[in-house]
Nanobody, 116 residues
Framework: QVQLVESGGGLVQAGGSLRLSCAASGSIFSINAMGWYRQAPGKQRELVARITSGGSTNYAYSVKGRFTISRDNAKNTMYLQMNSLKSEDTAVYYC??????????WGQGTQVTVSS
């Protein structure tokens, strides 16, 4: 069973940066598109960034130009570089497959809190 573990979140002031990591227990990046999702209080879960097995990337409009998704297949790790953070970026961030997330692979997420 593939398990995903997110890390790197924390408390940061608006305008600051964080880098999130997603470590996979199995080799999935070579065959699956992956993405970062977030769930904010009172908001629906949204996909903010994705990367295909071939390395193509896409971003939600709300984060485009500020976030960068990347991966290291050798380390089975995916990253989300978050710059120019805004208060509305506050959420629990998760990684999973795209377009259909794997229910069994959901991790605990990592909390990102951006002070206004």
């Amino acid at each position: 069973q593939v398990q995903l573990v997110e890390s790197g979140g924390g408390l940061v002031q608006a305008g600051g940066s964080l880098r999130l990591s997603c470590a996979a227990s199995g080799s999935i990046f070579s065959i699956n598109a992956m993405g970062w999702y977030r769930q904010a209080p009172g908001k629906q879960r949204e996909l903010v960034a994705r990367i295909t097995s071939g390395g193509s990337t896409n971003y939600a409009y709300s984060v485009k130009g500020r976030f960068t998704i990347s991966r290291d297949n050798a380390k089975n790790t995916m990253y989300l570089q978050m710059n120019s953070l805004k208060s509305e970026d506050t959420a629990v961030y998760y990684c999973n497959t795209v377009p259909t997330p794997s229910w069994a692979a959901w991790g605990q997420g990592t909390q990102v809190t951006v002070s206004s």
